[in-house]
């Protein structure tokens, strides 16, 4: 597969603050890449410079082979563009709006292909206005769809929404992966980018800081994982049983938090600990690492905060 | 040219879809004028040859021009723009040239339509008797249009955002009524402010189609009213060029 995308030490400066500085990544054809970071850390700049909506300080991108910043209507055509906050006439119905979209390129699929893809068929003579959220935005994805494009852009697709209508975004999203479109996203929620992309970049303060697919980011970030449980009575000599445990946190009414790589050696130790002991576990439950937790390990911060 | 019919012609769909917006630009300036008629009736007013509907109908006709070229043209384009919607479209191939050229169609229509409408019952309803040159009387009134459209578009550059639009348009749309010589001759004003007020363009037009309308006026009487509405557009369009903003 090759590179659809290719963005190069793009750059873009507000005053004294540097939004972006110096990104480099390259998106294959069929993938969907994430770009995961938290509020501020130059996301939707990032985005929107290889929209064409902003114009980078430096630096250079490459879509489909086309220089996007010397021929800006070549890409408009094999672009789709859904925004973070995007509007289109109040009054407009939801088939009449995606019939307009689709004249003003030089290619354009049915409206009603459209509309089933983003499952509004039932909506098609709704106005706008009487839309939900959720329904909105799967409009602007549709809007976003109507030239079939090479590539599709999703800027926080599912920030305000509720967990239904995220997920309705997401079954969405993951039809169009099957069909091999290429989508770029950025998002803040770390199941977003952990369901739905094949490589995520992890942005933070401008700067992209670490690539790869969600698993081996958190393969590779090395982190442990947390092991929580509760006994009814207070267990003994835990730190002389389990000498290999880095941390062991004892909060109140008897509850541990073991931070282990060897896990299921750890379950062993605890419940054989418990049995020997004669008291009975109440709760156990083992935490997998997530994207937050490799977000932390590299920056010491929170995504969302 | 088939997008700019499309966009033209959905640009006017979703304004009949706005009932109110569509009753108000329509039914106010009628309902003004067949106020005024019952009002006056066949008086006049001292020292005026035509009666003062006569006088009026001419003066309305430009009100309701200036509702739609200067408030709904401003308004409805500040509106749209803070919505994001011109972000959006920016994204696709569609030409900005377009965008503006449908809205000042759509807004050109409604200003005939209006005038059609009131014309009608000016000469049903009050026997308002129009003699003067039809096709100078459009023109005029093309320039006109024009005009008030381009001060609706100046304000948008001037404009940040639309809580500010409403007093701003307010502002401008009562000082060319009120100066303007729809309602009452600019004579009446006080000496300076009338002198000024005679270079409003909504003076300009009026007292235009109230001599095309009644006095027999021809190109040779009026131009020099078209000319001032021409500097109009023209100091307009500099504002445009260099405070318009798509965002």
Same mark, same amino acid.
């Given at each position: 597969?090759?590179?659809?995308?290719?963005?190069?030490?793009?750059?873009? /400066?507000?005053?004294?603050?540097?939004?972006?500085?110096?990104?480099?990544?390259?998106?294959?054809?069929?993938?969907?890449?994430?770009i995961?970071?938290?509020?501020?850390?130059?996301?939707?700049?990032?985005?929107?410079?290889? *929209?064409?909506l902003?114009?980078?300080?430096?630096?250079?991108?490459?879509? &489909?082979?086309?220089?996007?910043?010397k021929?800006?209507?070549?890409?408009?055509?094999?672009?789709?563009?859904?925004?973070?906050?995007t509007?289109?006439?109040?009054?407009?119905?939801?088939?009449?709006?995606?019939?307009?979209?689709?004249?003003?390129y030089?290619?354009?699929?049915?409206?009603?292909?459209?509309?089933?893809?983003?499952?509004? $068929?039932?909506?098609?003579?709704?106005?706008?206005?009487?839309l939900?959220?959720?329904?909105? /935005?799967?409009?602007?994805?549709?809007?976003?769809?109507?030239?079939?494009?090479?590539?599709?852009?999703?800027?926080?697709p599912?920030?305000?929404?509720?967990?239904?209508?995220?997920? &309705?975004?997401?079954?969405?999203?993951?039809?169009?992966r099957?069909?091999s479109?290429?989508?770029?996203?950025?998002?803040?929620?770390?199941?977003?980018?952990?369901?739905?992309?094949?490589?995520?970049?992890?942005?933070?303060?401008?700067?992209? $800081?670490?690539?790869?697919?969600?698993?081996?980011?958190?393969? &590779?970030?090395?982190?442990?994982t947390?092991?929580?449980?509760?006994?009814? /009575?207070?267990?003994?000599?835990?730190?002389?049983?389990?000498?290999? $445990?880095r941390?062991?946190?004892?909060?109140?009414?008897?509850?541990?938090?073991?931070?282990t790589?060897?896990?299921?050696?750890?379950?062993?130790?605890?419940?054989?600990?418990?049995?020997?002991?004669?008291?009975?576990?109440?709760?156990?439950?083992?935490?997998?690492?997530?994207? *937050?937790?490799?977000?932390?390990?590299?920056t010491?911060?929170?995504?969302?905060? | 040219?088939?997008?700019?019919?499309?966009?033209?012609?959905?640009?006017?769909?979703?304004?009949?879809?706005?009932r109110?917006?569509l009753?108000?630009?329509? %039914?106010?300036?009628?309902?003004?004028?067949?106020?005024?008629g +019952?009002?006056?009736?066949?008086?006049?007013?001292?020292?005026?040859?035509?009666?003062?509907?006569?006088?009026?109908?001419?003066?309305?006709?430009?009100?309701? %021009?200036?509702? @739609?070229?200067?408030?709904?043209?401003?308004?409805?384009? !500040?509106?749209?723009?803070?919505?994001?919607?011109?972000?959006?479209?920016? +994204?696709t191939?569609?030409?900005?040239?377009?965008?503006?050229?449908?809205?000042?169609?759509?807004?050109?229509? !409604?200003?005939?339509?209006?005038?059609?409408?009131?014309?009608?019952?000016? !000469?049903?309803?009050?026997?308002?008797?129009?003699?003067?040159?039809?096709?100078?009387?459009?023109?005029?009134?093309? !320039?006109?249009?024009?005009?008030?459209?381009?001060?609706?578009?100046?304000?948008?550059?001037?404009?940040? @955002?639309?809580?500010?639009?409403?007093?701003?348009?307010?502002?401008?749309?009562?000082?060319?009524?009120? +100066?303007?010589?729809?309602?009452?001759?600019?004579?009446?004003?006080?000496?300076?402010?009338?002198?000024?007020?005679n270079?409003?363009?909504?003076?300009?037009?009026?007292?235009?189609?109230? %001599?095309?309308?009644?006095?027999?006026?021809?190109?040779?009487?009026?131009?020099?009213?078209?000319?001032?509405?021409?500097?109009?557009?023209?100091?307009?369009?500099?504002?445009s060029?260099?405070?318009?903003?798509?965002?």
């Amino acid at each position: 597969m090759y590179n659809i995308i290719e963005v190069k030490n793009l750059t873009k /400066q507000y005053g004294d603050t540097v939004a972006v500085n110096g990104i480099s990544f390259g998106v294959e054809k069929g993938e969907v890449f994430g770009i995961l970071g938290p509020n501020g850390a130059g996301k939707t700049t990032t985005l929107e410079m290889i *929209e064409g909506l902003r114009k980078p300080d430096g630096g250079s991108i490459f879509i &489909n082979g086309i220089d996007a910043l010397k021929e800006a209507d070549r890409i408009k055509e094999i672009i789709g563009v859904q925004l973070q906050a995007t509007s289109i006439y109040d009054d407009i119905r939801v088939n009449e709006a995606v019939a307009l979209f689709g004249s003003y390129y030089k290619k354009s699929i049915a409206s009603r292909q459209v509309l089933a893809e983003v499952s509004l $068929i039932d909506k098609s003579h709704s106005r706008v206005n009487a839309l939900s959220g959720g329904q909105k /935005q799967r409009l602007n994805i549709g809007l976003a769809l109507v030239n079939d494009p090479e590539v599709l852009f999703l800027d926080e697709p599912t920030t305000g929404l509720d967990p239904q209508a995220r997920h &309705n975004i997401w079954s969405i999203v993951e039809r169009l992966r099957d069909r091999s479109k290429t989508i770029i996203l950025t998002t803040h929620y770390i199941e977003e980018a952990e369901q739905l992309c094949g490589r995520v970049a992890i942005i933070d303060r401008g700067k992209i $800081i670490a690539v790869n697919s969600p698993g081996d980011l958190i393969n &590779n970030a090395g982190l442990d994982t947390s092991i929580e449980f509760s006994t009814a /009575q207070e267990l003994n000599g835990l730190s002389q049983n389990l000498p290999e $445990i880095r941390k062991i946190a004892n909060g109140a009414t008897n509850k541990y938090t073991i931070n282990t790589k060897a896990v299921s050696r750890v379950l062993r130790d605890i419940t054989n600990l418990c049995y020997e002991n004669n008291v009975e576990l109440e709760n156990i439950s083992v935490r997998k690492t997530t994207l *937050e937790d490799v977000f932390l390990a590299m920056t010491g911060r929170k995504l969302r905060e | 040219m088939a997008i700019l019919l499309r966009q033209t012609f959905i640009e006017i769909k979703l304004f009949l879809r706005r009932r109110s917006e569509l009753l108000w630009t329509l %039914a106010f300036p009628i309902m003004l004028m067949v106020l005024f008629g +019952l009002i006056y009736g066949d008086s006049r007013w001292t020292g005026m040859d035509m009666r003062s509907v006569d006088y009026l109908l001419p003066g309305i006709i430009v009100m309701g %021009a200036m509702m @739609t070229g200067i408030i709904r043209t401003s308004i409805g384009f !500040v509106g749209e723009r803070e919505k994001g919607i011109y972000r959006r479209l920016s +994204l696709t191939p569609l030409k900005k040239q377009i965008i503006i050229c449908s809205q000042l169609i759509q807004h050109y229509l !409604v200003i005939i339509v209006q005038t059609v409408l009131l014309m009608i019952v000016g !000469v049903m309803a009050f026997k308002i008797d129009i003699t003067g040159n039809q096709l100078l009387f459009w023109i005029t009134l093309s !320039v006109g249009a024009l005009c008030f459209m381009s001060i609706g578009f100046a304000l948008t550059g001037l404009i940040k @955002t639309v809580r500010s639009a409403t007093p701003i348009n307010q502002m401008a749309y009562f000082i060319l009524m009120f +100066l303007g010589g729809l309602f009452f001759p600019n004579s009446m004003l006080p000496k300076v402010v009338g002198h000024i007020a005679n270079y409003l363009p909504s003076t300009q037009v009026s007292d235009a189609l109230r %001599a095309i309308m009644y006095q027999g006026a021809g190109f040779g009487d009026i131009w020099q009213h078209l000319l001032v509405m021409v500097g109009w557009i023209a100091g307009c369009l500099i504002i445009s060029i260099k405070f318009f903003r798509w965002e």
